[in-house]
């Protein structure tokens, strides 16, 4: 069982920028995935950005060039660096994890097993 525990969301104006963070425990599987997605009321999950334990990162279109994923593995931190910040990027941002993956032709890997319970951002105009 991984648990994962998300923080750093807030209250920003547009353009500015946050940092989430998302502490894992130990994943006990010699490949894995770690992802951020978001969601909002009444729309589908949307996955933004996933990074396998080597390194290689996969980003969706809306958030490539302006959010950036990132891990720590001596500290069992994610992070999602959010640049540029929108009132569209408003939502529950959640991280989660799957074992046994890898990021292929940098796309966004979706079916994963673990989930944090989320963190709130919220981009006013």
């Known amino acids: 069982q991984v648990q994962l525990v998300e923080s750093g969301g807030g209250s920003v104006q547009a353009g500015e920028s946050l940092r989430l963070s998302c502490v894992f425990s130990e994943i006990p599987y010699a490949t894995y995935c770690l992802g951020w997605f978001r969601q909002t009321p009444g729309k589908k999950r949307e996955g933004l950005a996933t990074i396998d334990r080597p390194g290689n990162t996969g980003y969706s279109d809306s958030v490539k060039g302006r959010f950036s994923i990132s891990k720590d593995s001596a500290k069992n931190t994610l992070y999602l660096q959010m640049n540029s910040l929108e009132p569209e990027d408003s939502a529950m941002y959640y991280c989660?994890?799957?074992?046994?993956?890898?990021?292929?032709?940098?796309?966004?890997?979706?079916?994963?097993?673990?989930w944090g319970k989320g963190t709130l951002v919220n981009i006013s105009s």
């Open positions: 989660a994890a799957e074992p046994w993956c890898q990021v292929l032709r940098g796309r966004v890997y979706e079916a994963m097993d673990y």
